[in-house]
């Protein structure tokens, strides 16, 4: 999850970069998707492993979410875009609700551990 951050964070620093054209930018965001899809990284897993199990949720060929990892994409067809950006938009409503229901929990344990100090 750390590492999707830090794709996005890359995003937007590269694109104040005027060099760079707009499909190397809209590559780099596929790249980003696609490693956000492979997680949760489990210990042990190849890069082929995490290729394969993002090509599975975003529901593209291994050797396209490959093309996508390593940044050999040629182009990208703008409903294909958009539908991965969609899947990343639900994802990380997914992940900031996960997240918010952690935080509950953790608020509720503190809670209830303060009052065995009181007992």
């Known amino acids: 999850m750390t590492e999707g951050f830090s794709a996005v964070a ?9 060099s760079m054209s707009t499909a190397e930018t809209i590559a780099i965001e596929m790249q980003a998707i696609v490693k956000d899809a492979a997680s949760p990284f489990i ?13 599975r949720v975003l529901g593209i060929t ?3 979410a490959k093309r996508f990892w390593y940044l050999e994409v040629k182009q990208v067809l703008a409903v294909e875009a958009d539908r991965l950006r969609s899947w990343h938009t639900e994802w990380k409503s997914r992940q900031a ?11 509720a344990r503190m809670a209830e551990m303060e009052s065995w100090k009181n007992v």
Not at 43 to 55: E, L, S, W
């Open 10 to 18: 890359e995003i937007k620093r590269l694109s104040t970069d005027k």
């Open 43 to 55: 210990a042990g897993d190849t890069v082929g492993r995490q290729i394969d199990r993002a090509a």
């Open 62 to 64: 291994a050797g396209q």
């Open 97 to 107: 609700a996960q997240l918010d229901h952690q935080f509950y929990i953790l608020k």
